[in-house]
């Protein structure tokens, strides 16, 4: 079983602002808990335990969170991309040193820093070593193609294209983020350069070395937070039963005569007296003076005051 993983955490996570702008978008809570957090959970889980992360964006939010993975069961090691984010296939080429012998064939899983799946890494595994691929990808039906771009592919499982969200991707697969690769598809990239995967370094591998990518078909659950709506959808979702408190940061303070609705506090909020504040995401270090109403809003902490911006 492969042991080594890359997670994608550079990106600037720009349909999911205003909240992007106090955090990068792995370090968001979900239900109390850094999104980053559960997905190294989920990986050391199944016994995948050496981690590079990529930084970029607003890198203190997710090394405050993440430190050396020790308590969380993994060694987790940090690639910095300056001056330029070096996207989805220039960020791995650039960790490709850190990750050192990674076993068979050189390969590693590489993973979407704003991934929730219940995915077994495992099987993904065998898929990948069934084949020759230089890069198995984890799909899932594609039933929102106007929502999400697509994968094309051929009967026996090789990925032959991409489609663009709308009528093209009708009747693609859907990548749900976690994908096996062989460093050889990455290596001969320039280093230090911005390259995506989809769109460019993927597209060109099709291109010269046709069933290199490969799908690997599944039903696995996975959530999405790429906009706000979907933040709030996905948060809750995880809550579950749980008492609503449960969505609070840590060293949140509420007054005992404010009311809180259906919302969820980062870290470090203070809630002022006779205060309502109604199905709101409140972010880090945010005070709400006494007496304020607010509803279905982002409140963010301003240089000269509160934040406020319209869920």
Not at 273 to 284: F, Q
Request: hydrophobic share 40%; aromatic share 6%; charged share 20%.
């Amino acid at each position: 079983m492969l042991r080594h993983a890359i997670v994608l955490t550079a990106g600037f996570g720009t349909r999911l602002q205003p909240l992007t702008s106090v955090r990068a978008k792995p370090a968001i809570p979900v239900a109390g808990e850094p999104l980053i957090r559960r997905i190294i959970t989920w990986l050391a889980g199944q016994g995948v335990n050496n981690l590079v992360l990529n930084l970029h964006h607003l890198p203190h939010t997710l090394t405050a969170v993440v430190g050396d993975g020790s308590d969380l069961g993994a060694r987790v090691r940090y690639s910095w991309e300056q001056p330029v984010v070096l996207g989805s296939a220039g960020g791995p080429r650039h960790a490709l040193p850190m990750l050192g012998p990674t076993g068979s064939n050189d390969a590693f899983f590489l993973v979407n820093g704003d991934t929730m799946t219940d995915l077994d890494l495992r099987d993904l595994a065998s898929a990948h070593d069934a084949t020759d691929a230089l890069v198995t990808l984890a799909l899932v039906p594609n039933r929102e193609p106007h929502k999400y771009g697509g994968v094309l592919t051929a009967g026996d499982g090789r990925v032959t294209g991409f489609a663009a969200r709308g009528a093209n991707a009708e009747g693609s697969f859907h990548f749900i983020g976690v994908q096996i690769v062989r460093a050889e598809a990455f290596r001969a990239l320039p280093d230090g350069e911005a390259v995506n995967s989809i769109g460019d370094a993927y597209d060109r591998l099709l291109m010269s070395r046709p069933g290199s990518i490969r799908g690997y078909f599944c039903d696995a659950a996975f959530r999405d937070i790429g906009t706000t709506s979907d933040y709030w959808t996905t948060s809750f979702a995880y809550l579950g039963d749980r008492p609503a408190d449960q969505a609070y940061g840590q060293r949140v303070r509420i007054d005992a005569t404010a009311r809180i609705t259906q919302s969820i506090l980062w870290d470090d909020v203070e809630v002022g007296a006779h205060s309502v504040v109604e199905e709101c995401i409140v972010t880090d270090l945010v005070r709400i003076p006494a007496g304020s109403l607010h509803r279905r809003s982002v409140l963010r902490r301003g240089d000269q005051g509160l934040l406020v911006t319209p869920l």
